[in-house]
């Protein structure tokens, strides 16, 4: 029997009865990270690793039913022993180990292999059967260093100032908008954060993650001076919203993995891209995937056609899952309104 399927709701444990992930609500499910694709509200009980607990409360609520498990730690439901282990992609993401009578499946949720600082990093989990993402898995997608990448912000963001410009920096709120706060050179100024950044930035810091000061930018009047020096962190949706015309003259940026074709980068309209993201690239992809030492691949979102047929020439046994993965940030993202 298979130890997890796809089902209506979501993957599907049947020894287990829990999803993981699910993208309808149910009655237990696991979570590997705090994501609005992966994490939704509704379900009735909540389990996923401790390092996620703030990030699951402080998008899903307060009051959900979630229990915990620190990563290694291990926990027997209907007969399947379960863990959480690292996965590299954003405070307190994991993979999920699965083993029943012998079989040992892990699903990775989302991933990245290159240490960052701001979670614990990935840790391969050998396996019978991995389920793997595909964000990114294409053979084009090699990322440069993310050293290389925090010096190109921290020069785009000195030259902007020495031309008395703001510097707008879009990226995904949660995960994306610490890594570069986390990686930046903190000192070139004043850094403000937009509302949706900056309640998770204080989740971050309590986590004992080092995220340096910063502004919330509700509490800035557009005629504040600081505004010319300053790096601004937002979500893609402020984008062309009046909230933005409180920072004059600027130059607007993206960080993301997509940035890495031009045609992502010409639809944002934006003056530079970045490309930064908290997803394998497919060098990553082909080493974790090699690292679990993994007969079976289950392949649930992204270029999962390329992938499925690499691995499959690769001898491996390799198949797609239909899910409702890949938009990390959310279409519904509150703007504050312009002061």
Not at 307 to 334: M, W
Request: contains cysteine; proline residues 6%.
């Amino acid at each position: 029997m298979d130890l997890v399927i796809a089902r209506p709701e979501g993957l599907y444990c049947p020894p287990g009865d829990f999803y993981i992930d699910p993208w309808r609500a149910v009655e237990r499910s696991v979570i590997t990270h705090g994501h609005g694709d992966h994490a939704r509200t509704g379900n009735s009980h909540y389990l996923a690793a401790e390092p996620g607990a703030g990030i699951l409360r402080a998008r899903l609520g307060q009051d959900i039913n979630l229990q915990t498990l620190a990563y290694g730690e291990t926990l027997k439901h209907h007969g399947v022993t379960l863990s959480f282990h690292p996965a590299g992609h954003v405070l307190g993401s994991a993979q999920v180990r699965l083993e029943y009578e012998g079989e040992v499946w892990v699903a990775s949720g989302d991933y990245k292999v290159e240490p960052d600082g701001t979670c614990a990093p990935f840790e391969p989990v050998r396996c019978h059967t991995f389920i793997t993402e595909s964000t990114f898995g294409l053979p084009i997608y090699r990322w440069q260093p993310q050293a290389e990448i925090f010096a190109e912000i921290n020069h785009w963001w000195r030259t902007n100032q020495q031309q008395g410009k703001a510097s707008v920096l879009f990226c995904y709120a949660f995960g994306k908008a610490q890594r570069i706060l986390h990686g930046i050179d903190s000192t070139l100024g004043p850094i403000v954060a937009h509302g949706s950044v900056e309640p998770l930035n204080r989740v971050y810091r309590d986590a004992g993650i080092f995220i340096p000061p910063t502004l919330y930018a509700g509490d800035i009047k557009k005629t504040d001076p600081l505004l010319r020096q300053a790096l601004i962190l937002a979500p893609p949706s402020a984008g062309g919203s009046t909230w933005m015309r409180r920072f004059g003259d600027y130059s607007d940026a993206f960080a993301s993995g997509w940035m890495r074709l031009r045609g992502p980068r010409r639809r944002r309209g934006v003056d530079r891209g970045f490309v930064l993201s908290d997803h394998a690239d497919w060098p990553g992809l082909l080493w974790a995937i090699e690292q679990t030492g993994a007969e079976r691949v289950m392949v649930t979102h992204g270029s999962v056609g390329t992938l499925v047929r690499y691995l499959c020439d690769k001898g491996l046994d390799a198949q797609g899952f239909a899910t409702e993965y890949g938009d990390e940030e959310e279409a519904t993202v509150e703007v504050e309104p312009a002061p």
